[in-house]
């Protein structure tokens, strides 16, 4: 059974700094891109950060653009986002995706893991 586990989501102030973690398994996913995304109550999913199978190629929102650095440790099959200047508009649940493709999501999400940003 194929699992990915986020965590290290919490409450941080405005210009504070948090990093998420997901760590799959019951397969590989050293083929596969790997991102995350984030939701808000009402809105629809939206994409935040991927990263490719070497992980020698990032793509991210213009919205986190030099603020979010997605990184992956292929051995231990764990996903990783480091985000920093983060602002009450980055509040939202995010969620780990594997198995796709560097634009568009795979078949498999976590749980999701919350992010509270207050001003």
């Known amino acids: 059974q194929v699992r990915l586990v986020e965590s290290g989501g919490g409450l941080v102030q405005a210009g504070g700094s948090l990093r998420l973690s997901c760590a799959a398994s019951g397969r590989t996913f050293s083929r596969n891109a790997m991102g995350w995304f984030r939701q808000v109550p009402g809105k629809e999913r939206e994409f935040v950060a991927s990263?490719?199978?070497?992980?020698?190629?990032?793509n991210y929102a213009d919205s986190v653009k030099g603020r979010f650095t997605v990184s992956r440790d292929v051995t231990l099959n764990m996903l990783s986002l480091q985000m920093n200047s983060l602002k009450p508009e980055d509040t939202a649940v995010y969620y780990c995706?594997?198995?796709?493709?560097?634009?568009?999501?795979?078949?498999?999400w976590g749980q999701g893991t919350q992010v509270t940003v207050s001003s």
């Open positions: 995706n594997a198995g796709g493709t560097m634009s568009s999501p795979g078949a498999y």
């Open positions: 990263i490719s199978a070497t992980g020698y190629t990032t």
